[in-house]
């Protein structure tokens, strides 16, 4: 595992390494996706119960840096209470702002979240940080796999 510059252990990084929010798998979901980073060797895998077109169950296992944990336990928080097509937007929208400039949006509209903007100045743990989402998508998209070196 890579090691994480001290900047980018922001207060909401740290919490939700250390605890993160709906971790465990799912023993039936519908849905589900194994993702891996293997330049840092993080591996996060989403579970999702659908119902109708909202999430009865949201979330995620794995291991990997403090990076790839918390920006998984963020989305997890962010996005099991939207509608299940609005979080597929949503995951779009904060993958494209992953990938802005670095003096581009300052995030502050996206909470929490905004803590992963410290990422964009350090391209190589970007990849740690939208490990999740992209899994997410995957999941979503009825595929098993997500891989940041296989984008589609
Ligand atoms: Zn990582």
Redesign the pocket.
């Known amino acids: 595992?890579?090691d994480t510059p001290k900047d980018l252990y922001d207060g909401v990084i740290l919490d939700h390494s250390k605890e993160p929010r709906n971790f465990g798998p799912l023993t039936n979901p519908s849905h589900y996706a194994d993702g891996r980073?293997p330049i840092?060797?993080?591996e996060i895998a989403v579970f999702l119960q659908t119902k109708g077109d909202a999430f009865s169950a949201f979330a995620f296992s794995g291991q990997?840096?403090a990076?790839?944990k918390a920006s998984a336990s963020l989305m997890t928080e962010d996005l099991r209470n939207r509608p299940t097509e609005q979080a597929k937007e949503r995951a779009i929208e904060i993958l494209q702002a992953l990938g802005q400039e670095v003096n581009g949006d300052p995030f502050e509209r996206y909470g929490d979240l905004g803590a992963l903007t410290a990422v964009r100045r350090y391209p190589a743990?970007l990849?740690?940080a939208t490990?999740a989402w992209h899994t997410f998508l995957a999941a979503l998209a009825g595929e098993a796999t997500a891989s940041t070196e296989k984008p589609k």
Request: aromatic letters at 0%.
């Open positions: 595992m890579i980073n840092c060797g993080d990997g840096c990076i790839s743990r990849k740690c490990l």
